[in-house]
Nanobody, 122 residues
Framework: QVQLVESGGGLVQAGGSVRLSCAASGSIFTINAMGWYRQVPGKQRESVAGISSGGSTNYVDSVKGRFTISRDNAKNTVYLQMNSLEPEDTAVYLC????????????????WGQGTQVTVSS
């Protein structure tokens, strides 16, 4: 099995910064894409940022220039640096990792973290 453990959420004032971490562990041969989604009650889950195994990144327009996604492949960890936070960024943030577990299989499966709450006060 594969586990993703997130950390770094909390309460922050508008304009502040938060750094989220998500570490993958377990039966991992290699990880392809990793990324972050966010979920607000009553709304559809939204993709915030993604990063490929080679380091290519993509962002939703609303966070471009404010959020930075990065990863440490040696640690199977993905980060999300969130700056200039706005109340609209308040959400549960969930990480994912697309994992290939076995050398004999080319299949990747998406695993999710449990989510971490980020609350931005105005």
């Amino acid at each position: 099995q594969v586990q993703l453990v997130e950390s770094g959420g909390g309460l922050v004032q508008a304009g502040g910064s938060v750094r989220l971490s998500c570490a993958a562990s377990g039966s991992i041969f290699t990880i392809n894409a990793m990324g972050w989604y966010r979920q607000v009650p009553g709304k559809q889950r939204e993709s915030v940022a993604g990063i490929s195994s080679g380091g290519s990144t993509n962002y939703v327009d609303s966070v471009k220039g404010r959020f930075t996604i990065s990863r440490d492949n040696a640690k199977n960890t993905v980060y999300l640096q969130m700056n200039s936070l706005e109340p609209e960024d308040t959400a549960v943030y969930l990480c994912h990792a697309d994992v290939r577990q076995y050398i004999v299989s080319t299949n990747y499966r998406r695993y999710w973290g449990q989510g971490t709450q980020v609350t931005v006060s105005s």
